[in-house]
């Protein structure tokens, strides 16, 4: 597709199981990002991929977050241990490569519930 | 203190008001500011950058910054009830850092 993909679009799932968020950036664009967005609250930083390696991942909240980006495309986001506070709609961007204007491409998110 | 305040809203206006909706900032190292706007259960996307202080103007949207006192703002004139939507203001060190993002103000413009 000519946009960033993201899935499921909905997820609930049980305090203390894990879940797994996937994003599929535009092609070509070699930067992703994770953001977090809670009620009310703007978009809270996760992590930056260039590429393969994530050179950033200073917004993660917990040990219980990880993600992983295989092939310059695909990412993972995993949430272990899920709590109550997790609840949030996670969403991933892409970016071209050497790009400074802050241009990111948003998906439409992957809405997470605790319950 | 956060990095970027930005009034939560919501702001209501009758169509064709002219809409003022504001940030600031602490960080006077940002260099690059931008202003998204997101529909509901839609991801958000870019309306407009400026790099530095002064004015950029796109149809009906000014976008302005002023460094000095650490301040942006974005005018959008003869408001549409198709601009109801939440603007987030957001800016980066440069480089390919992660952007530092306002919380949003929900406009909702009134037919």
């Known amino acids: 597709g000519a946009g960033v993909s993201q899935s499921p679009s909905n997820k609930v799932t049980e305090k203390g199981k894990d879940v797994e968020l996937r994003c599929d950036p535009i092609?070509?664009?070699?930067?992703l990002y994770w953001y977090r967005q809670s009620l009310g609250q703007g978009l809270e930083f996760l992590i930056y991929f260039q590429g393969n390696s994530a050179p950033d991942k200073s917004g993660l909240p917990s040990d219980r977050f990880s993600a992983e980006r295989t092939g310059g495309s695909v990412s993972t986001l995993t949430i272990q241990r899920t709590q109550q506070e997790d609840s949030a709609v996670y969403l991933c961007a892409s970016s071209l490569a050497g790009q400074n204007t802050g241009e990111l491409f948003f998906g439409e998110g992957s809405r997470l519930t605790v319950l | 203190q956060k990095e970027v305040e930005q009034d939560p809203g919501p702001l209501s206006v009758p169509e064709g008001a002219i809409v003022s909706l504001n940030c600031t900032y602490s960080n006077s190292a940002f260099q690059y500011f931008m202003w998204y706007r997101q529909y509901s259960r839609k991801g958000p996307e870019l309306l407009m950058y400026?790099?530095?202080?002064g004015n950029k103007e796109d149809g009906r949207f000014t976008a302005q910054v002023d460094k000095s006192s650490k301040y942006i703002s974005l005018f959008i004139r003869d408001s549409q009830p198709s601009d109801s939507a939440t603007y987030l203001c957001?800016?980066?060190?440069?480089?390919?850092?992660?952007?530092?993002f306002g919380s949003g103000t929900r406009l909702q413009v009134q037919p």
């Open positions: 957001a800016m980066n060190l440069g480089g390919r850092r992660a952007l530092t």
């Open positions: 092609s070509g664009h070699t930067a």
């Open positions: 400026t790099y530095s202080s």
